[in-house]
């Protein structure tokens, strides 16, 4: 069976408060924010804590986190702030855990406040070491840990997750060396913007590291993120798809439109098929109105049923 969750972001607090008591009401299984210097989000951890009060039944989560240097997301202070959400929410945080865009933006945007942005490698190298940091605060004992990028003596994290043995940890990856990383620690893996086919391929990749780690692969959870244009018939699908093309500034024919649910009701369940079959356990779906209600509502109604219907399902590790 395949859930599907919602990706918010934005700065327009009353909204996205509408927002996510719709989609819980409508019964989406996952709500996440992102997190970030962007200037078109909130700091991600302080709405989160707000999220888990508003919300009483779906995971929530950062779309991702960032855990790559002392000067960015301590893994102490991580560990901290997480278990904060997860008391205020009851047990529903999932850590999903990034090593930041392979972007020149990217990098500019940390390097303009003073905060390190290292090449992809050191970032990688980074974030394995933070989940070992994290998890051995979760577990309770006093964390001797002398790393390459952190070092704790005696330290202990009081008090402990609400989940056990812990909340679930993502891990979004692309790169070899970073499915290395989520074939070692990830409950989760995030891929984004793939189409079924660069999902199958990176997912057989996966699976075999995760062999070779001696762990089981039908254990890990598997989203990918994609972007729903959904409209009630053939014509109203077409015009949302002229308007997301508009909106992004791309030609019909761009790659992305490969790795978007596109089209009325039946296209887009025929297309979420093709990602089941290609490994996918769950959707992070990035409405195209966002943050407006139709296609948020449109989904939920026409697509939900069928996917609470399906087969094969691998249970939520929390």
Known sequence: MVTAGVQ?????LPRLREFWSCAEDLGYHRITYGDGLWPWSHDGWSVLGALAVLTRRCRIGPAVTYCFGPTARHPSWLAKASVTVDHLSGGR?????????????????????????PEARHRVACLAEGIEVIRGLWAGSPVDFAGDFFSLKGATLEPRPLQVPAPPVWVAAMSARALRVAARWGDGWEASYLSPAGFARKWAELRALVEDAGREPVRMRRSVEVDVVIGRDAGAAEEARRRFCRSRGIRPDHPLMETALVGGPGTVLGRIAEYEAAGVTDLMCAFADFPGLEMLTLFAREILPSLSRGRGAIPELS
Do not use: K
């Open 8 to 12: 918010t972001w934005g700065t327009a």
């Open 93 to 117: 945080l999932d850590l999903r855990l990034g090593i930041g865009a392979e972007s020149r933006p990217a990098a500019d945007l940390w390097l303009s406040h003073g905060i390190d942005y």
